[in-house]
């Protein structure tokens, strides 16, 4: 899509709400920063202004700020979406970070259904919450799991349910810190 | 030649004389039903030692959806910690008496994901017996199909009452026949330059 189209969207979004930041990432594609409390307006004004009908959710994803070259340097976690509209043809990427401590981002599900399963996703592997969600369970991993894989400070389990992980004597040099028995 | 007399068509090729135990082996030996199971890429592998090519069908191994009528369980793939259980339960519902063949590097051993994987058993025989093991990422389906042999010549062996052999058997392992390039790593030995294998 163009990028005119794009600032167009921005600049529809920016008019309603202006906490909303215009970005640009690395690689020059641009996405919308939204603050966490404006996530669900500005979800639902997406999906339901005329000229921007937003009634696909693409994806719902989230990544690591720790140890990411980024400036300033900090430790959120950034929840990704990617938003479609089949009737006017164009994308909308939205970004809302999530601090470490306490991670939590409302849900979407009531704009998009499809966010309910993206949504048990990203808690599973990042361990950000979704106060709304009708059923917030991991979706990856046991049930009893620990700790959340995807995040960069994971600690690897060196057994699960009295199962060692690695082989009678098997040792990797080299190979990420393990410990932290998973019952 | 008369018909009566060429290969497979003799008396003594039609009439089989045995114990009733021997002869249950020998059935059993010939009609190797296995479960349809299968949780990565070697299942690719799998399903081809079963396509035409290889047709294992015609070693008496027809594929089973249920585990209650499987004869063998071919664990083909990677298996993660939250699987092993439901591999297990399968194992569990199969009837005595039961096989295993540990089919490719996952299985056997965790493979490509044993270092770097939270998610992965390194090795299904953590939780299952496991008869045979098959190296390879993926083994061919004639890696498979030697494995198959190999565990034939135990199916023949097996009896109702008394020990079961247990040993392991490693395809193209130090042990077999055909084999001896496969080594078996020591994994208790550290490298003297303390270098990690593929580390970065
Ligand atoms: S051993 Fe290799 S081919 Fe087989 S399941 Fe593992 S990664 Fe896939």
Known sequence: MSAVANDAIATAVLAQFPAVQQKHADNGRAFLLVPKGDLVAVAHFLRTQKSLRFDALMDLTAYDLLKYPSTPPSDDIAVVYLLFSYQHRHKVTLKVLAPRAECEVATVSGEWPAALYFEREVFDLFGVRFPGHPSLRRIMTPDDWQGHPLRKDYLYPDSYHGVAHLRDGQHFEGSPPRGGDTP | ?200
């Not at chain 2, 068509?9 to 020998?26: C, I, S, Y």
């Not at chain 2, 290889?54 to 585990?67: H, N, S």
């Not at chain 2, 009896?159 to 390039?181: C, K, L, Q």
């Open chain 2, 1 to 200: 030649m008369t018909t009566d007399e060429r290969p497979g068509n003799r008396a003594d090729e039609q009439v089989h004389m045995a114990a009733v135990d021997e002869f249950l082996a020998w059935g059993k030996e010939h009609s190797l039903f296995y479960l349809l199971f299968a949780t990565a890429c070697c299942g690719i592998e799998l399903m081809q030692a079963g396509g035409p090519r290889y047709d294992v069908d015609r070693l008496g191994m027809i594929p089973r959806a249920t585990p209650r009528q499987a004869d063998l369980m071919i664990v083909a793939g990677t298996i993660t910690h939250k699987m092993a259980g439901r591999v297990r339960t399968l194992w569990e519902q199969m009837t005595e008496p039961r096989w295993v063949v540990s089919m490719g590097s996952c299985a056997n051993s965790g493979g490509p994901f044993s270092k770097w994987s939270y998610s992965v058993l390194n090795g299904i025989d953590k939780y299952v017996p496991v008869d045979i093991y098959i190296p390879g990422c993926p083994p061919r389906p004639e890696a498979l199909i030697d494995g198959v042999m190999a565990l034939r010549e135990r199916v023949k062996r097996y009896r109702t009452v008394g020990e079961r052999d247990r040993t392991p058997y490693i395809v193209a392992g130090p042990e077999a026949p055909f084999g001896g390039h496969c080594k078996v790593p020591d994994f208790t030995a550290k490298k003297p330059d303390g270098g990690g294998g593929g580390s970065a």
